[in-house]
């Protein structure tokens, strides 16, 4: 399979075997071996049906408003990789699995270690 970037071959070909993806400008006399079924398919112009490619889910803030391009190239920078990703990220921060940072657990408060007279207070 093939497009103008790249090409993806998957079977035919041996370690150490050489791969053109166009013509070599030295080939002199020599002619190429091409599969005698592509005849007629070469350089064909292909329609992309645009129904089969999946919409991109536009990244939005938490009022519903589309992010601008910094926003999300922050949330990129942690790590997040799509707006279904932001989604799930915050779902488990809500239910606590976030990295640190929130109020310790527990409901009693360190004892104090100020002094108000020179003296530990009690």
């Known amino acids: 399979m093939t497009n103008s970037n790249e090409a993806t071959i998957e079977m035919g070909v041996e370690e150490g075997d050489v791969l053109y993806l166009s013509m070599p400008d030295n080939l002199g006399d020599k002619v190429p071996a091409l599969i005698p079924e592509l005849d007629g398919t070469r350089q064909q112009k292909y329609d992309v049906n645009d129904a089969d490619v999946p919409e991109e889910e536009p990244w939005l803030n938490r009022d519903g408003t589309p992010m601008s391009p910094q926003q ?51």
């Open 72 to 122: 999300i190239e922050r949330m990129k920078s942690f790590g997040i990789t799509s707006p279904a990703d932001m989604r799930e990220k915050m779902k488990q921060f809500r239910r606590g699995g976030g990295q640190g940072g929130g109020r310790p657990s527990g409901g009693s408060k360190p004892a104090s270690t100020s002094t108000t007279s020179g003296q530990p207070s009690k």
